[in-house]
């Protein structure tokens, strides 16, 4: 009999915002209104996951794995403003090494800050 393992993480999608619960107690978590970036990043080709990255405008950001993901994360996205769900799917599809930018606020800070995460 095999136990279950216990995922490093857990994905919480609400009308407020998205949170990341980590298996060490820790969270990273933006409220809808405070995104102002959507990147993509990883690598389709390889086994690494594909991870969706928020950012606000302060640089901070919470990190979703695809494998994390519902239709919940996806229906969210659409609302924000002018948000083109074909461009997440081709940007997904054609992922190379690096991110993509699928989305960013009619108003962004200028310049945004980066954004590195372990």
Request: with cysteine; glycine share 10%; hydrophobic share 35%.
């Amino acid at each position: 009999m095999h136990g279950n393992s216990v995922p490093d993480s857990y994905v919480y999608v609400t009308e407020e915002g998205v949170a990341r619960h980590y298996a060490d107690g820790s969270v990273d978590a933006l409220a809808w209104e405070d995104v102002v970036e959507v990147r993509v990043e990883g690598d389709s080709e390889t086994e690494s996951d594909i991870l969706y990255i928020l950012l606000d405008r302060g640089g901070q950001g919470c990190v979703v794995p695809k494998s994390a993901t519902d239709t919940t994360f996806l229906a969210r996205l659409r609302y924000l403003p002018d948000f083109d769900v074909e461009r997440l799917g081709e940007a997904v599809e054609g992922l190379g090494e690096g991110h993509v930018v699928v989305w960013r606020s009619p108003d962004p800070p200028n310049p945004l800050p980066d954004f590195e995460y372990d």
